[in-house]
């Protein structure tokens, strides 16, 4: 009796871990969907790189972005080429924050893009820390090649990881 008592336990936890993965799994299908179809724009494909303008004796908090937002390492957040501001919806100072599709590596994250700046020549998109890290964990690379970034449309979403 015990032992059907046990093994019908087991079974319901074993079920209901199933359903969760799959109730995740939609959730990240139709997720992704939704940001295809927000695609607002061509996707541009160049280098990125990563900055942190953190420096000895800089301002308390981070340095202010384009947006006006400080600079903050650990959220998904990125400075796109100036040249390519008004691709982006023009981040400018005051103005929400607008938001892309990166991908690389076999990966793909939304950022908000909440700063310009100069980049070197063949580089698009300067992501902060958090999200460098997540293409290249070990920061070892400093540059990666071939990211393809995808304006979104609207500004509801949540950065982070994709898919």
């Not at 942190?52 to 937002?69: C, R």
């Not at 991908?103 to 820390?129: M, Q, S, T, Y």
Request: charged residues 20%.
């Amino acid at each position: 009796m015990v032992f059907r008592s046990s093994a019908a336990i087991c079974g319901a936890l074993v079920a209901l871990a199933v359903s969760v993965t799959v109730a995740r799994s939609e959730t990240s299908e139709v997720h992704l969907i939704a940001v295809v179809d927000a695609a607002s724009g061509d996707a541009i494909v160049g280098a990125a790189s990563t900055y942190n303008p953190f420096k000895p004796g800089k301002e308390e908090g981070g340095p202010s972005t384009a947006s006006g937002e400080r600079y903050d390492p650990e959220v998904w957040t990125a400075a796109i080429k100036t040249s390519l501001r008004q691709k982006f919806g023009g981040v400018q100072f005051g103005a929400r924050p607008k938001f892309a599709l990166v991908e690389a590596v076999g990966k793909k994250v939304i950022v908000k893009i909440n700063d310009v700046g100069p980049l070197k020549p063949g580089r698009i998109i300067d992501l902060n820390e958090r999200t460098m890290r997540h293409f290249d964990p070990g920061m070892d690379l400093g540059v990666i090649p071939d990211v393809t970034v995808t304006p979104l449309s609207g500004d509801d979403w949540t950065p982070g990881p994709v898919g």
